[in-house]
Each structure stands twice: as C-alpha cells, then as structure tokens.
C-alpha cells in the first residue's frame, strides 16, 4: 500500500496526468474507521483507472491541523504506512481540476465539502459511499465506513466471479449462485488482497478504536 501511495504523490508531482485524477475524500476526521476505509477504497478503484489516469485518497483534514490520533498512529504502524505517504486534502486542488475536467470525485461521507464547493463540484462528484447512521443488522450495531466499503468490494468480486462462472457453463447453471457455497454465503478472505486484507481494521481496531456515529 505505501508503495502505492508513493507511486500517486510521484504522479501529482509531475503534473496533470494524461488522464483524470479520480479523487476519493475520505473525512472529516482522520480516525480508524476513516482512513482504512478510505485507502481501502482508493486502492480498490486503482485497478479499475482508465489508462494515464490516477486514483487518489485524500484526507479532508489539513495536513497542519493537529497530530494524528493515537488510534490511527497505530493503525498505520500496524500495515506498515508511514504518515508521510498519506495524502491531504490541501494536496490537490480539487476545484482547478474539475475547471480543466479532469476530476472524477467519490465522497467518503456526505457533508465533506461546503455548500458553495458543494454546487461547484456537483458535476464531478459521482456517489457518497457511506450514510452515518447506517444499521448493521448483523452485528445490532451501526455501520462502519470501512465496514461499506468492504462490502461492496466484496459484492462486486462476487458479481465478477458469478459472471466468469456462467461463461464457463454457457449461462446454465449459474443464475442464482454466489462463491461460498448453495447458501450464498461468501469467504470473505479468499476475495481480498493481501494489500487489502492489511489494510482492514482488525476486531481490536473495530472495538476499542472506531466509533461511528460521532461525526455529522
């Protein structure tokens, strides 16, 4: 992963790429829950960039406020990233990139821009991934942000898989399955990265670290 974000700062410093500068906006707190779900995401859309083009996570909050949380410090030890790779909102300028059409925008949470910056950008915004206050049935708890995320990677590795599999079978026999089983259950680990399965917070992290909901 840090190899990674290494490659994107190298890529901002050398000018406008060829192609868009997909931007994902994580915030607005630079906690647990955020900046894993935030590089997780990133990460995932990477492998889907059209050619010359870049995907970047940025923190919403300026990289001179203060010290990252503990919580999160430790975190980044855990997967190996250091604080100085992350990426800032102040990084890029997201309002010049849009002007010159170049800026494809996914908000990791509604309410991460201001209203004026909002309207000014609406056009290259394509979706909000995660509503706070969100209800995780399974768990009779709220959703976590990175909880969203993997799951959508998850589900969309899965379509991908049910796809491959009904072209193997000349379309008979897939309808209705998913990998995992007849019961549809899926292995979540067999789907994941091992960028990706770092990056995810552990149960520890889930529950002594991110606490959903505080943020509006």
Do not use: F
């Not at 800032?88 to 990791?108: F, P, Y």
């Not at 942000?145 to 969309?156: D, H, N, S």
């Not at 994941?192 to 909901?213: A, C, N």
């Amino acid at each position: 992963m840090e190899e990674y974000l290494r490659r994107v700062q190298s890529r901002l410093g050398a000018g406008l790429p060829e192609g868009p500068i997909h931007a994902v906006l994580g915030g607005p707190e630079p906690d647990v829950d955020t900046v894993s779900a935030t590089l997780c995401l990133a990460l995932h859309l990477s492998q889907k960039q059209p050619s010359g083009g870049v995907c970047v996570p940025l923190l919403c909050r300026k990289r001179s406020s203060n010290e990252l949380p503990e919580e999160t410090v430790r975190y980044l030890k855990r997967v190996k990233i250091s604080e100085s790779v992350l990426l800032w909102r102040e990084d890029v300028d997201l309002v010049n990139l849009h002007q010159a059409g170049k800026l494809l925008l996914t908000l990791l949470r509604d309410g991460l821009l201001e209203n004026s910056e909002y309207h000014t950008l609406e056009s290259s915004i394509l979706r909000v991934v995660h509503q706070d206050g969100q209800w995780d049935a399974a768990n009779d708890g709220a959703l976590s942000a990175v909880t969203t995320v993997t799951r959508e990677i998850l589900q969309e590795a899965a379509e991908q898989d049910r796809a491959a599999l009904g072209e193997l079978l000349g379309g008979k026999g897939a309808k209705g399955t998913t990998p995992g089983g007849s019961n549809g259950a899926m292995k979540e680990d067999t789907h994941k990265s091992p960028d990706m399965t770092r990056l995810t917070p552990t149960r520890r992290d889930e529950k002594s670290e991110i606490r959903v909901g505080e943020y509006g």
